[in-house]
């Protein structure tokens, strides 16, 4: 298994150094840090495997976390409302957030999201079909063929595992694609 | 293995631990002995065909028995009737229980697991539609895939923080739920000659 990318994003300097001092003994991870304030660096943001950011960050740019809910964590100094996103808490012991980082880390190497990870494409055929759309709706609005329609659909269900459409919905809104 | 009339009952219990739920709703409770199946079926009165089918093909998923159930109209109608009322009274309540727990236990709010129950609400309104007529048994295959998308939902997608122990309870207990509809929707093929 090669090295795993990880990003730091946040304004705060002390943050990033933190952070990077925890990740040091972890094995096969390259870290780099990107201003929070910045459009996440030149290129394809999507080339890091691990995304670790603020909170102030995180609800900025949450459009951009939300469809990467799975491989991001989030450092908070407080009690955060919702955990679906992975979090460590500042005010945890080195131990604890090493051993927080480390198990995070550990299952982003292990993950198998590449083969579930939906194309752009996909996506917007499951935002539809999870707003209620039927598929000549859908091909109208994508204008694409009722087939090419329901090949995406196939191939989403196939990659997801999920078949109906109030499962989709669901999914949707569990990462973002359907508020 | 294959249950026959000479089988011990006890045998197949422990071989298929599952099918204790199933026991229940012909009046066998634990405790069962050493007694055949034609034994424990003759002094209950239960019509052992019927039993044996159903036990064959709760543990095997391609056993087709669609001529015992056919023919035997009343003992398998009387058979999903107490199904219905076993999802109702616990194998429902059971993956609600677990999930409210889950919830309930967790540190902070994981909106992901609120969303699953939610879904398995809306899916819990189907089970029981399903199962409601007394007279028309027709199977509903969409519950299945509905139960199967809330496994994949925890198995493949979920993230955030969640009690480990409790979620597997939950999703053992969805699984088990989605392999007893399984049964269900079978028999009811079967009733109605599809």
Known sequence: MGSLNIAIITNNTLTYLGVKLLLRDIPSVAVCRIDGSSAFGDGNPDRFDVLITDVSTCIAHIDFFLPRRSKTMIIADTEIGDSSFAHIDTRWSVDALSGKLADFVELQQHSTSPQTELSQREIEVLTLVASGKINKEIADALQISINTVLTHRKNISAKLGIKSVSGLSVYAMMNGYLK | MIVTKDTKLHDVVINEPAIIAVLS???????????????????????????????????????????????????????????????????????????????????????????????????????????????????????EDKLGDLISMIVIHLSGDYDVNLCQAVLFAIIGLKKDINLYNRICCCIAGK
């Open chain 2, 25 to 143: 709703r012909f009046g066998i409770t634990l405790g069962i002995g050493d007694k055949s199946v034609r034994l424990v079926c003759d002094e209950r009165g239960i019509n052992a065909t019927v039993f044996i089918a159903v036990k064959n093909s709760f543990i095997n998923d391609e056993y087709v028995a669609a001529d015992v159930f056919s023919s035997n109209t009343a003992d398998t109608a009387s058979f999903l009737k107490n199904t219905a009322s076993y999802y109702s009274r616990f194998l429902i309540p059971n993956v609600e229980q677990h999930f409210n727990l889950l919830i309930r236990r967790n540190t902070a709010v994981n909106s992901n697991l609120e969303l699953m129950r939610n879904f398995f609400n809306e899916v819990k309104i189907d089970i029981l539609d399903m199962v409601s007529s007394e007279t028309n048994y027709a199977p509903c295959p969409a519950v």
